[in-house]
């Protein structure tokens, strides 16, 4: 078997940990580029989701490079993710590749189907101690890719040369590819916490803040959404972003395991919208709540063109931004959209932010200067 999957940010790494310790072969997609994207946008039909051809994309130019099975994830809820893993399937069928297609789908859908799935993920018949020690890693190194982009985020605007926290990132996570314990691990971890510590800082403190919000894959993927993370940082804001792969997976394994940002956002998000509408919906809804709490200056809501619950999060976003008194800029992203045109309204955005926080800063300074008006 030589398996691939599609990508969402890093989850390669952590999969290339995965899997090679089961003892599947795995032909990872190449990273994604405008010709995944056209690949995609060619095969799939014109009113699908944007990371529905993305990742169709990915499997194609896999498949060319030699994969002969594919691992992908089912999707809930009233929304088209539903049905995604299956269109999918019948578009390569019909290309003629000979290709297997393992689709996880949710175990309220039949935990007969989702057992079987994830036997043939799990590489057929291997010890459980081994299985337990391959997803306990790739787990860990899942969650220190995303600590990683974390700090990204956050310190861009407060180191004094961002290429050089580029670089201390981009080679921890170049080196997590070939990790091959826990303690390897930590130590990683440990090397990469020094090196960015170390990094010479700028001495600000007055950095706007921004929120993003949005569905799993555009508010995640850099190399579809433009990586606006990276602009808001290079204009000199500190960004956080509450959408994250690790969890997604644990939501989706709920009740148990969701943790508690995620429960405190779905009870925000309740006096807006009380029922779940798919996707990242009521999260983006209770995630901008939190930013607006938490003294946020402003957020960003980023999603696929005609996603269905990011537009009923849109509306209901708009009642947010009013009663919170909150700037929300929302960017749909699909296959037409321009860099240009994104750059120049993130860069509205922040001065729009820059301009509201100047005059705060004038009127307090007026209150102060005159107490008795
Ligand atoms: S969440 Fe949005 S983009 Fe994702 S499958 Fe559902 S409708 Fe499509």
């Known amino acids: 078997m030589r398996a691939t999957f599609p990508h969402l940010l890093h989850l390669d790494i952590a999969l290339g940990i995965l899997y090679p310790t089961l003892g599947i072969e795995i032909v990872p997609p190449p990273p994604i580029t405008q010709k995944t994207i056209e690949i995609g946008v060619k095969l799939a039909p014109q009113n699908a989701c944007f990371p529905l051809k993305v990742t169709l994309g990915n499997f194609i130019e896999a498949i060319e490079k030699g994969a002969d099975t594919i691992f992908m994830v089912g999707g809930v809820g009233p929304c088209r993710f539903g049905y995604y893993g299956q269109m999918q399937r019948l578009i390569i069928e019909d290309l003629g590749y000979k290709v297997r297609f393992v689709l996880l789908d949710h175990p309220r859908y039949g935990i007969r189907p989702f057992l079987d799935a994830l036997r043939t993920m799990a590489g057929g018949r291997i010890s459980l101690p081994r299985i337990i020690k391959a997803v306990r890693l790739s787990w860990g190194v899942l969650r220190f890719t995303e600590e990683l982009e974390a700090q990204r985020r956050a310190l861009r605007c407060q180191v004094e040369n961002p290429q050089n926290l580029d670089q201390v990132i981009d080679q921890t996570l170049e080196a997590l590819r070939s990790v091959a314990s826990l303690e390897e691990l930590e130590a990683l971890k440990k090397r990469a916490a020094e090196e960015i510590a170390s990094l010479p800082r700028n001495g600000r403190k007055d950095f706007l803040r921004v929120g993003i919000v949005g569905e799993v894959y555009i508010a995640q993927e850099t190399r579809v959404n433009f990586n606006v993370e990276r602009l808001l940082g290079d204009l000199g804001v500190y960004v956080?972003?509450?959408?994250?792969?690790?969890?997604?997976?644990?939501?989706?394994?709920?009740?148990?395991t969701r943790s508690k940002e995620k429960i405190e956002a779905w009870k925000l998000a309740k006096p807006y919208l009380?029922?779940?509408?798919?996707?990242?919906?009521?999260?983006?809804?209770?995630?901008?709540?939190?930013?607006?709490?938490?003294?946020?200056?402003?957020?960003?809501?980023?999603?696929?063109?005609?996603?269905?619950?990011?537009?009923?999060?849109?509306?209901?976003?708009?009642?947010?931004?009013?009663?919170?008194?909150?700037?929300?800029?929302?960017?749909?992203?699909?296959?037409?959209?321009?860099?240009?045109?994104?750059?120049?309204?993130?860069?509205?955005?922040?001065?729009?932010?820059?301009?509201?926080?100047?005059e705060r800063k004038r009127r307090l300074e007026h209150d102060g200067a005159f107490p008795w008006r």
């Not at 509450?242 to 394994?253: A, D, G, K, N």
């Not at 990242?280 to 930013?291: F, L, M, N, P, T």
Request: aromatic share 8%; hydrophobic share 40%.
């Open 240 to 256: 956080h972003n509450s959408v994250s792969t690790v969890e997604y997976i644990l939501h989706t394994l709920r009740p148990i």
């Open 274 to 358: 009380k029922r779940f509408v798919g996707g990242e919906g009521i999260d983006s809804v209770g995630s901008a709540i939190r930013y607006a709490r938490e003294g946020f200056d402003g957020v960003v809501h980023l999603y696929p063109f005609t996603c269905m619950p990011e537009i009923v999060a849109k509306g209901v976003l708009q009642a947010v931004s009013r009663d919170f008194d909150l700037p929300i800029l929302h960017l749909a992203i699909d296959e037409h959209s321009g860099e240009a045109g994104l750059v120049t309204r993130v860069e509205a955005f922040v001065d729009v932010l820059e301009r509201r926080r100047w």
